[in-house]
């Protein structure tokens, strides 16, 4: 309430002294006003009307108290302001007399029918006249007031002013009655708004209180003014009485005029004082009344605390629901594990949401949450969108299948579980080594099936190139050997050759021979102890370990019978 700009000035004192906002104080009213646009429930509403009323009714003998002191008060003229005084009553005596002119002209108009146009036209200018002359005389009091320092002018300016902008004030008031305290605080739903509720009414209880206290102090001050006030007419009393027969009779007429005007006064003050008391007791009631709706409201946090707690404490509970009844039904340790993780997690998000609901409420622009909390959870979940397409896309025709061999982001192996969103494989190592499995499953999320690339090794037949490698040492005959182990090569694998090559021709639509040969090929590498052969051909996955095999089996024997003294 001290921040307030009305309350930063002074209060003036009885005599009329100005103070920065005007000669009268009217900080009763503004608080008062003030205070009511605060009202909340109906029984506050109520008593801020009547704090208006006392408040409105306080200034406005405070205006009527400084009026008659103002008339009792008797400027010294001279000067400019004599010659005002002069100019002020001429013009009273002209407008006298243009009223008298008006009077004149209206009576022998009435009295006489069938006026002729000359009387009419003489009563509109006796009007004008009289206007004019009174739009003078006012000018002309104000400039006397200005020169001589009466107050009176600016004092009925200030009360013309203040009556318009109470009038306004009222007219721009909110009729409606509101609920009362109990029916309002029905509408704090959520923790956040009664906590909201909560600061507001104790922010309001301090305005109280300050509203209180500067009624208290306007009340000893007025106090102060009716003490001095009953001094001073009680001087002027004992002053006649004294020289009652000495006083001329004007002097003393004079003297009884000032004790009546010093009298109302203190009737005045007595009134203020007695508004002013009934203003200490009415924020009194006020702040009682706030307290107690304080009090509604603290009792709706603690039931709103309590919701909280009875969430976290059936939260808990559930979370240990979950581990008992997994250990029952779950006995393998790690998807025991998993789904504890899971269900852990999703009953602390539940009550969590239930806390987040019951401190704010469920939100209002629910179709925008909506859209930002969409467009959030797709570019968290992003890869899972994308493993969920990709898994359409490996459904298709060039898709993969469960038992296929492939490979997946630099790792192959066989694919033994296909999901929604993930892809298993046991990896056997790449193509060329001897591909047993490593022990080791890989996952894949379906994704790389749209953003990256497979290689899928399983066709009808499962077709594979391999190779052997095999060490000719320097006094075997090369040549001879090699014709030997390609003729082998080929009588070995040429069924599953021309296999190859009709099933590569269906897949690529071709016609005539393809572009393509399934035949085997040897080649020859330099090495330390004599030529490394590399035997490169055509074979299926599945009998791959056997078709190796059987070509060592078959290159041994030829090694044997070019070179039978060699022992291998």
Known sequence: MEYLPFLQAKKGNWTGEYVSHGIVDQRPWQTAATLAGMAQSAEERELAREAERLADHEVDQAFSQSLRQASLVKPQLNGRALALQQRVTELQATVKGDQA???ALTGSSGAKSGSTESKDTDLEVAKAQLGLDQNELADSIEDLSRESGDPRVKL???LAARQAAVKKYYDSASKDEGQTAVSSAEQYKTLAQQAFAWWSHRKRS???SQAKQLALADVAALTDDQARMKA????????????????P???????????????????????RLGAQQQLVALYERWGKQVEIQNKIVIHLMLQSLAVIAAICVLTILAGWFVQVALERMFHERRQKQTLKTVL???????????????????????PTILGLATAGLTLVFQDFILAFCGWFVLMGPNGIRVHDWVEIDGVGGEVVQLGLFRTWLLET?????NGHPTGRKVSFLNGYAIR?????????GQWMWDEININIPSETSVHPLIEKIYEASVQATEADAKMAQEEWKRVTHEEGSPQFSAMPSVNLRPAGSGVDVVVRYITRAGVRLETRNHLFETVIDLMRELNPRSGH
């Open 101 to 103: 002119r008006i009077a």
């Open 156 to 158: 009925q300016q200030e």
């Open 206 to 208: 301090q305005l109280i």
């Open 232 to 247: 001073e007419a009680s001087q002027i009393a004992a002053n006649v009485s004294a020289t009652a027969a000495l006083m």
């Open 249 to 271: 009779s004007s002097e003393r007429v004079e003297q009884l005029q000032r004790l009546a005007a010093q009298q109302n006064i203190q009737n005045i003050l007595n009134d």
């Open 344 to 366: 852990n997690l999703s009953t602390q998000l539940v009550g969590l949401l239930l806390v987040l609901l019951v401190i704010f409420g469920v939100p209002r622009q629910m």
């Open 429 to 433: 190592g790449n193509w060329t080594a």
């Open 452 to 460: 990256g690339k497979y290689f899928n090794f399983s066709t009808v």
